[in-house]
């Protein structure tokens, strides 16, 4: 994979974890917060999980704390491969 999307991790969100009532993922959701979207840490392994399996990236489980929006997880994918190209 060339570059991950918020796409990518919108389509992760739904079918790993599902998506709660009233939450739209196709709306900008890209600096919302996880815990207004309805996912917890809980959630959020999950979801940091099925990328490892889906993309071959692994997120450090110190940094997802940090990352608490869907554009953060997006960087921080994206910096993992590029990393992991080179």
Same mark, same amino acid.
């Given at each position: @994979?060339?570059?991950?999307?918020?796409?990518?991790?919108?389509?992760? @969100?739904?079918?790993?974890?599902?998506?709660?009532?009233?939450?739209?993922?196709?709306?900008?959701?890209?600096?919302?917060?996880?815990?207004?979207?309805?996912?917890?840490?809980? %959630?959020?392994?999950?979801?940091?999980?099925?990328?490892?399996?889906?993309?071959?990236? %692994?997120?450090?489980?110190?940094?997802?704390? %940090?990352?608490?929006?869907?554009?953060?997880?997006?960087?921080?994918?994206?910096?993992?491969?590029?990393?992991? %190209?080179?």
């Amino acid at each position: @994979m060339s570059k991950f999307t918020l796409n990518d991790l919108r389509d992760i @969100m739904r079918t790993s974890v599902g998506v709660e009532e009233g939450v739209d993922l196709d709306g900008p959701i890209d600096e919302v917060e996880f815990t207004e979207l309805g996912y917890d840490s809980l %959630a959020l392994a999950e979801v940091c999980s099925q990328i490892n399996r889906r993309v071959g990236v %692994a997120i450090p489980e110190d940094d997802l704390l %940090a990352l608490i929006t869907p554009a953060a997880i997006v960087r921080s994918v994206n910096e993992l491969l590029v990393g992991t %190209a080179g």
